[in-house]
């Protein structure tokens, strides 16, 4: 004879805590701090589409103060950012970017409607925190095409931009391909090495000494 049968009452009241247990749980479960709203697919076809580019030639109304819809995250890290910047730009290292400060401030400026352009000291370098970005949500999160490299190479002429196709092309910092075909025109090249026979001599046993103490 089962436990329950025994005191019935017993069974119930346990079974009525168990549920509000779990009721309680789902009631005061936290939802995600931020919601995934596109897959990575559909935010690669936002880059390839540059719907996600923001062009230098674009930062001069932001310097000079004229556009104020647009605000500028330099992601690098202190350090690198007092080095050189792009005047008017906020510093928020790639790490800061995803602290709950950050992720209200971005909400806040969705919400008014403003331009969000990251930059690190390349294109690649903020290509991360701008997928993430637009995978939860922030269309209006932008990168800056070229980054600070660019900015910094063009800047007393940013209109130049204009008619250069070379940011939106990224060149990888190693060329595998080319680094594998020189390691194999060195082996193919390359003698073959003789071995050199060592003939190992035996050192002769010495006698023992005779005698005790």
Not at 100 to 111: A, G, Q, Y
Request: glycine share 6%.
């Amino acid at each position: 004879m089962h436990v329950h049968e025994l005191n019935p009452w017993r069974t119930l009241i346990a079974l009525s805590i168990f549920v509000v247990v779990l009721i309680v749980g789902f009631l005061t479960m936290h939802k995600p701090f931020i919601a995934f709203e596109k897959d990575m697919k559909q935010s690669l076809n936002d880059l390839k589409n540059n719907d996600g580019l923001f062009y230098p030639c674009q930062l001069d109304s932001f310097i000079n103060k004229q556009d104020q819809n647009i605000v500028l995250f330099d992601i690098r890290d202190k350090f690198i950012y007092g080095q050189g910047n792009i005047p008017g730009s906020e510093n928020i290292s790639a790490h800061d970017l995803t602290q709950n400060e950050s992720i209200e401030r971005l909400k806040d400026l969705k919400e008014k409607n403003i331009t969000v352009v990251l930059y690190g000291n390349d294109l690649l370098e903020a290509n991360g925190p701008w997928m993430l970005f637009r995978q939860v949500g922030f269309d209006n999160v932008k990168i800056l095409a070229g980054g600070y490299q660019y900015y910094f190479q063009h800047k007393n002429n940013l209109s130049a931009c204009k008619t250069d196709t070379s940011l939106t092309i990224e060149k990888p910092k190693y060329n595998f391909a080319e680094i594998a075909s020189q390691n194999d025109n060195i082996s193919s090249n390359s003698q073959p090495v003789e071995k050199t026979v060592v003939n190992v001599k035996r050192k002769a046993k010495s006698a023992a000494a005779a005698g005790g103490c």
